[in-house]
């Protein structure tokens, strides 16, 4: 017997690089980008739903990761004195992480609801 609120069509499966995206910003930094990169790599046989999460969520990984590292890198050379270069990295780090998680969760949305991410379609 079918509920009332069951789903009649198939799981896209979409969901899952979104949450491996948010693991990977929140509790297993490393583990989580290794899994992301593991399903960017066999993306190829999953429908295109998944792929374009994937793509994303491994795109903007890859840019987070480079934005927080180059602009601490980045102030540790202008800053002589450390209490500044202290100030300015954690808030840099800071603020770009909360950035990054907000579009990992506004992602998942569009993903639990069978959209595509908000991300530029030539790079999906």
């Given at each position: ?110 993903a639990m609801s069978d959209k ?9």
């Amino acid at each position: 017997m079918q509920y009332s609120g069951a789903q009649t069509k198939p799981v896209s499966g979409a969901v899952l690089p979104v949450i491996w995206y948010l693991l990977n910003l929140l509790v297993m930094p490393v583990i989580g980008f290794v899994i992301l990169l593991w399903m960017y790599v066999g993306s190829s046989g999953v429908n295109e739903l998944r792929r374009a999460h994937t793509r994303a969520a491994l795109y903007m990984s890859l840019i987070g990761f480079t934005l927080i590292s180059s602009g601490v890198a980045i102030s540790w050379m202008f800053f002589a004195d450390v209490r500044h270069f202290g100030t300015f990295a954690l808030v840099w780090a800071i603020a770009l992480h909360t950035g990054f998680v907000l579009w990992g969760m506004v992602s998942l949305a569009q993903a639990m609801s069978d959209k595509r991410p908000l991300f530029p379609a030539k790079w999906l």
